[in-house]
């Protein structure tokens, strides 16, 4: 069975520029999730889909952040304009929704704004 | 809402050494509870899950017990090897809604053979 895809694996940008990181469920999997991992904190949730509608997006920082979940599949993760403390690897998970099951982490990109 | 604390490291055992790692958490109604892993290089991966009170999750000789009256799931390993080097998460999901899933802070497990 196929991962969670995610890419790019890493990506340097300066300040004040735009990035995108794009994310392929398991298929079959309702539920999608974006976690911002700082070095040496543990994941912090930034959005959840439940198909293509948002479930959960109170932490995402939405005068920089965007996030989208194209027909309920893939999903595309946006910051525009990236500030200095946006460096972290982003992570995207998926699970099927259902009471109990886990989530399947894909590699994770590591961004680093410079 | 809904939190998860775990006993913060670094941690540093020596090959055979019992390990146990603290978490308790705060949440509405009654969670799925987890243990993920991160080996150095690698993505999160499932370590075991327990989804009701007093069940017990184990898996590559890992245990964690479901306390819902003291409102913890501490990782236990009898005998530490050095392949179990990596960073350990506590984290729940809250049943029947949202299924948000919400991580500990991550506790760094060395071990030294």
């Known amino acids: 069975e196929a991962g969670v895809a995610q890419s790019p694996r890493y990506k340097i940008i300066e300040k004040r520029q735009s990035v995108a990181f794009w994310c392929n469920p398991i298929?079959?999997?309702?539920?999608l999730y974006w976690y911002q991992q700082i070095l040496g904190q543990g994941p912090k949730l930034l959005i959840q889909?439940?198909?293509?509608?948002?479930?959960?997006d109170s932490q995402l920082p939405k005068d920089r952040f965007s996030a989208e979940r194209l027909k309920g599949v893939d999903s595309t993760l946006k910051i525009q304009p990236a500030k200095l403390e946006d460096s972290a690897v982003y992570l995207c998970a998926s699970s099927l929704g259902i009471t109990g099951t886990e989530a399947f982490f894909g590699q994770g990109t590591r961004l680093t704004v410079v | 809402g809904n939190s998860v604390t775990q006993m913060e490291g670094p941690v540093t055992l020596s090959e055979e050494a019992f390990l146990t790692i603290n978490c308790t958490y705060t949440?509405?109604?009654?969670?799925?509870l987890f243990w993920y892993v991160q080996y150095p290089g690698e993505g999160l991966q499932l370590l075991l899950k327990a989804t009701k009170a007093d069940d017990k999750g184990s898996n590559k000789g890992f245990e964690a017990t479901y306390r819902k009256e003291t409102t913890s799931f501490h990782l236990e390993k009898g005998s530490v090897q050095v392949s179990d080097s990596a960073v350990y998460f506590c984290?729940?999901?809250?049943?029947?809604?949202?299924?948000?899933?919400?991580f500990g802070k991550g506790m760094k497990l060395t071990v030294n053979p």
């Open positions: 298929s079959g999997h309702a539920t």
């Open positions: 984290a729940l999901c809250n049943q029947g809604g949202s299924e948000k899933l919400v």
């Open positions: 889909f439940q198909n293509n509608g948002v479930v959960d």
């Open positions: 949440a509405t109604g009654y969670p799925s």
